[in-house]
């Protein structure tokens, strides 16, 4: 006697599903159908086979997807100041077609350059408070006396022509989508490889003053530690934002082939 084997019982398997088959095909050839003979594989012609296979069957071959499109993604963006999300996010939408990134509302003003419905939806003071009033903000904060917040229309808007959705977000905007969302969508943790990368980085923006880096600086200490209540983490290294976009392309690519699709409601 002899033990049975890993590969013995996958070949038994694959009899026990031949037989499974042939009884099949056997039951469904005793019923009022025509018997169909299959041509030998070797001899036969493609759409022969083809059609013999079918009619064996029973039924037309369907050309219905397997599996469903994948539905629409939101993914939130977020990572402290400095780290590289408007780049990630810059160089995203123009690898990536089909992605819809959020513009933010402000009731600040118009700084010269900036877009009206590119940079931001500019509105005034009173009109950012009746969108809150009516439930019109997904999310929004008070930010050193201006409102920001993120209108739920232009996002139902695009999800329903089947873009994926973009948001960048603070941590603590994450934080609060995480509440509202849950696990409905896609959160993503933007950190650069060290704290003295992120710095190096920051002052080489030249965007900020010496007190401004400070509260940066100190502000990203805090927000590293809240890396653990998200889904992803990828980490921006220096001269490798190319690959940072792949990696978030991945994300995307392996949340659409979830069999567990997330469904999110706004
Ligand atoms: N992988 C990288 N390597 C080198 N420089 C980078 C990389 N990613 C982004 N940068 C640069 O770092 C600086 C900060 O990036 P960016 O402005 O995109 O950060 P941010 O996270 O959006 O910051 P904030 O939250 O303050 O707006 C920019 O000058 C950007 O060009």
Known sequence: MRLLHKSDSSVIRFLD?????????????????????IPDVDKANK???YRALESSLGSPFSSQPFVPNASPLIIVISGPSGVGKDAVI?????????????????????????IDGKD??????????????????LEYALVYGDYKGIPKQQIRDYMAQGCDIVLRVDIQGAETLRKILGNSVVFVFLVAESESALVQRLIDRKTETKESLLVRIATAREEVKHVKRFDYVVVNAEGELENSVKLVESIIDAEKAKVQQRRVII
Request: no cysteine; proline share 3%.
């Open 90 to 114: 810059k160089r995203l939408r123009e690898v990536r077609t089909n992605i819809h990134f959020v513009v933010t509302a402000t009731s600040r003003g118009m700084r010269p350059g900036e």
């Open 17 to 37: 599903s031949v037989a499974l088959w042939q009884n099949l095909i056997q039951s469904m050839s005793g019923s009022s159908r025509p018997v169909v003979s």
């Open 120 to 137: 931001y939806f500019f509105v005034s003071k009173e009109r950012f408070l009746s969108m809150i009033e009516r439930g019109e903000l």
């Open 47 to 49: 759409v022969e086979l």
